[in-house]
């Protein structure tokens, strides 16, 4: 009798995108951060994610050098109780930013302005702290 077991790839597959909805400050800036972020990575004349960078023959010389990261960046979650202690962080490592949501307010409204960011990442660490 041949018996089958289960074996690991020890691979996994990718992180699916992170949505994040946030309020938009009252001076927008931290919108206009998300955009400039976004702006510099799909700039089709300097962006080197696009492919067009003369100035790297590989994606391996890129990761050598530092300069396929240099644009990520690490940053972290933090959901809290009704006491506004943090029970959870979720932290996200080598992010960037691949979708900007819009803004839509009315100046004859007093609502709160919400928008989304949409980001890319390759690592994800859980800190629970009950």
Do not use: C, H
């Amino acid at each position: 009798m041949l018996f089958r077991s289960n074996i690991t790839s020890y691979t996994r597959p990718n992180y699916t995108p992170l949505d994040v909805n946030f309020i938009v400050d009252n001076q927008f800036k931290n919108y206009w951060i998300l955009w400039k972020w976004l702006s510099v990575l799909n700039n089709p004349a300097e962006s080197m994610y696009n492919g067009s960078d003369p100035r790297y023959e590989t994606w391996k010389d890129r990761i050598e050098n530092g300069t396929l990261t240099e644009y990520q960046s690490n940053f972290s979650i933090l959901s809290k109780n009704e006491y506004n202690q943090t029970i959870i962080e979720f932290r996200f490592f080598n992010a960037f930013i691949t979708n900007l949501g819009a803004i839509n307010y009315n100046y004859r409204d007093s609502e709160i302005i919400e928008s989304s960011a949409q980001f890319q990442f390759s690592q994800l660490d859980i800190v629970y702290t009950p």
